[in-house]
């Protein structure tokens, strides 16, 4: 069964930094993009970085550009987002989602979600 496993969530200070983990089994991690999404309570989920599979394209939402790094390594079948300098609005459950799109058809599965909290 297709698994998407995340890891490394927690409480930190503005200006810290996270690494977020997602540890993909079941599906062909290689042929897959990956992407992470976050959402805030009360707010919809939005993207946040995406990573081709082959790992040579990546794009970011505006606000995290600078200060997020998405990385993948399809040898381990897992995709990384490190947040540096966090701030108190980049407190959001964080989502991996797995995608391939063929014409107009898209393929995606999704992790559980880890809360961040960034607070003094």
């Known amino acids: 069964q297709v698994q998407l496993v995340e890891s490394g969530g927690g409480v930190v200070q503005p200006g810290g930094s996270l690494s977020l983990s997602c540890v993909a089994s079941?599906?062909?991690?290689?042929?897959?993009?990956m992407a992470w999404y976050r959402q805030a309570p009360g707010r919809e989920r939005l993207f946040v970085a995406n990573i081709v599979s082959t790992g040579d394209l990546i794009n970011y939402l505006d606000s995290v550009k600078g200060r997020f790094t998405i990385s993948r390594d399809n040898a381990k079948d897992t995709v990384y987002l490190r947040m540096n300098n966090l701030k108190p609005e980049d407190t959001a459950v964080y989502y991996c989602?797995?995608?391939?799109?063929?014409?107009?058809?898209?393929?995606?599965?999704w992790g559980q979600g880890t809360q961040v909290t960034v607070a003094t």
């Open positions: 989602k797995a995608w391939r799109a063929e014409r107009d058809k898209t393929y995606e599965y």
């Open positions: 079941g599906f062909s991690f290689s042929k897959y993009a």
